[in-house]
């Protein structure tokens, strides 16, 4: 093959190339912006749930909806004296019965599930009181049960391979940060790993595109395919077209 020729098949592979260059910024995401997710990592004991960064965390902490009364929100106030009275009397009656006695499952989820009251957690339960029988049953006694903050963590924590942890949150889970260029929704809670370590993952960074990301976002878009066309144009004039064949007489 000549050497014109291969030279003319190069630029017009080029030049295809170029007309389809505006195709190459979806996979490079060079035009969007950049989320960063960070973990830190989630402790229990003496009497708290730390994080080892703690500015990582607002201050609703990720569990306050499951554990009651742990960082003095205003409008707790009236659930923790509820439940430190309870905590005094060791139960309260209710107007509720049920069937057998022992201890009973609420037929709705409570706004939390836990209270830290003195430093020790409890868990909130229902018990159908054996010694209160009635005519429809047995009356249902609000009660608290003492257990431990490294339970209620892993009782509240969810395992880093569940459907609802993204490929994104379970990389930062688990190597310490990672890189979307989409916002992924975070768990509210603090995800499990493998080796029964906690990590609770945020949002640390969002980042806007570059100066030279949106010139090349511009070169690819725009200037690359007008490149293409003028190349395109300039290899039609070169192609003659020969008609051989026989002439009728």
Request: proline share 6%; with cysteine.
């Amino acid at each position: 093959m000549p050497f014109t020729i291969r030279r003319d098949v190069v630029l017009a592979i080029l030049a295809l190339g170029l007309l389809a260059a505006s195709l190459w910024v979806l996979p490079l995401h060079v035009d969007e912006p950049t989320y960063r997710y960070e973990r830190t990592a989630v402790t229990a004991g003496n009497g708290s749930i730390d994080y080892a960064d703690a500015d990582a965390v607002s201050h609703e902490t990720p569990l306050r909806d499951e554990i009651a009364c742990t960082d003095g929100i205003p409008w707790d106030s009236r659930a923790c004296a509820f439940e430190r009275l309870l905590l005094e009397n060791r139960t309260v009656p209710t107007d509720i019965q049920y069937g057998s006695a022992g201890r009973v499952w609420p037929p709705v989820d409570d706004r939390y599930q836990y209270v830290l009251l003195n430093e020790t957690v409890y868990e909130t339960i229902y018990i159908a009181n054996e010694s209160a029988r009635q005519n429809d049953g047995y009356r249902i006694d609000l009660a608290l049960e003492r257990t431990t903050l490294e339970q209620v963590l892993r009782d509240v924590s969810i395992p880093v391979t569940a459907d609802e942890v993204s490929p994104t949150i379970a990389e930062a889970a688990r190597s310490g940060a990672a890189d979307s260029h989409r916002k992924v929704e975070t768990p509210d809670t603090p995800i499990r790993l493998e080796d029964e370590s906690f990590q609770y993952v945020t949002l640390a960074e969002r980042s806007a595109p570059s100066l030279p990301a949106r010139g090349l976002d511009f070169l690819l878009t725009y200037l690359a395919p007008l490149l293409g066309l003028s190349l395109l144009g300039h290899l039609s004039r070169r192609v003659e077209v020969t008609y051989v064949g026989n002439e009728r007489r």
